[in-house]
């Protein structure tokens, strides 16, 4: 059977600030994350990747809304939701973390931004941790006002993005230092930019902070970008992939803890600060996980189409794992991928394989990143 399949528009499904511009540059995909519209690609996944890898791309991903933790305990309350330490982070500075549950499962995995003292947003990947935070706020009765803030942020990612960015805001921009950030005004549209960004690339986040200027924005940055061949695109799934970057939902759930998705740096259990989920990732670390998060790479046969996720993995006819994310590189010409396989560290299996749409392929564990961050 050969169809389409389509997403449809409502008012039940929340729009972007930038919505009109991704459809007036000509978004052919979308899906639904933090419960709004997201665009997944433009000319083509290929294309948009190659433009992303090249040149530069701008992406619309205020999807990744922002919970807004500000009051006295604001601070406290950030410690007690994340096994890392973050009483090092200064305002300005950006830090990947983790939020994670009592029993030690992963609710999201954010980018925590210091604004002020007592004053943070969680960047957040898919899911309601805003309704997660609200509950914990309210049964230890921590004094924080949270909130989801009028604020969305774009992405401008590739090897051109500083020129980009120079060309917005001047040379300052090439100065600030990976996971810091800035208070701005891009010719009076409020903003706050930081040198982050989910590819292996070079890149920045534009925190927009009046959701009515937002196609204003875009068509200021897609200008500045002419020069350098800029192309509107989206979250490219095969740069994540070869760079070994992990996708919540996908490769990490409420089900699996850090160590088991090899996210153990992330886990600080001697900090001082009180936190949820210490007694149970202690017991976790101290009799040690069972599973691990690998990259692989499918032999044989190329499968540049459709690859599913979450394909059981065997050993001599046994399950032992499951594909978490695949999809096809072009720069490696291989088809890649992540796994959770369900052995000990010195179990080293013979041969590994997979059944991808009725056919069995060979696999092999390789090393993380496919491709390092440049």
């Known amino acids: 059977m050969n169809f389409k399949p389509e997403i449809s528009f409502g008012t039940r499904i929340r729009k972007s600030p930038f919505f009109e511009s991704t459809m007036k540059w000509g ?22 990747y190659w433009s992303l890898v090249k040149d530069v791309t701008l992406w619309d991903v205020a999807g990744e809304r922002q919970v807004e933790i500000k009051g006295n305990d604001a601070e406290k309350f950030v410690e007690y939701i994340t096994p890392r330490d973050i009483s090092e982070c200064k305002v300005g500075q950006c830090m990947y973390v983790l939020l994670t549950e009592k029993d030690g499962g992963i609710v999201n995995d954010p980018v925590l931004l210091k604004l002020a003292q007592n004053h943070y947003w969680l960047s957040i990947a898919d899911s309601d941790v805003l309704l997660w935070c609200k509950g914990i706020a309210s049964s230890k009765h921590f004094e924080i006002e949270l909130n989801e803030p009028d604020v969305s942020p774009l992405s ?19 100065e600030l230092k990976f996971f810091h950030f800035k208070n701005y005004h891009i010719q009076d549209i409020p903003v706050v930019i930081a040198r982050s960004g989910w590819s292996g690339e070079k890149g920045y986040e534009i925190y927009l902070c009046d959701g009515k200027l937002g196609n204003e924005l875009w068509e200021i940055i897609m200008k500045a970008g002419e ?12 740069s994540r992939i070869e760079c070994g970057m992990l996708s919540y939902g996908s490769d990490m759930s409420i089900k699996e803890n850090p160590y088991d998705v090899s996210l153990g740096r992330l886990v600080n259990l001697n900090k001082k600060a009180d936190f949820l989920s210490r007694t149970a990732l202690m017991e976790i670390k101290q009799q040690g996980n069972t599973r691990e998060l690998v990259g692989i790479e499918i032999l044989g ?12 993995i065997y050993i001599d006819e046994k399950i032992v794992g499951k594909t978490t994310s695949c999809v096809f590189s072009p720069q490696l010409n291989k088809t890649i991928g992540l796994a959770l396989l369900n052995i000990k560290r010195n179990l080293k299996p013979k041969t590994i394989t997979v059944n991808i749409n009725n056919k069995v392929a060979e696999a092999k564990i390789c090393k993380l990143p496919f491709l390092r961050n440049k």
Not at 227 to 238: D, G, K, L, M, R
Request: proline share 11%; charged share 15%.
């Open 301 to 312: 046969e190329i499968f540049s189409d459709y690859t599913p996720d979450h394909l059981p």
């Open 27 to 48: 978004c052919k995909g979308f899906t639904v994350y933090n419960k709004m519209y997201m665009p997944t690609y433009y000319k083509s996944f290929v294309d948009d």
């Open 227 to 238: 020069e350098f061949n800029i192309a509107p695109a989206s979250p490219s799934q095969i």
């Open 156 to 174: 401008l990612q590739g090897p051109q993005a500083p020129n980009v960015m120079e060309n917005i805001v001047g040379s300052w921009a090439r």
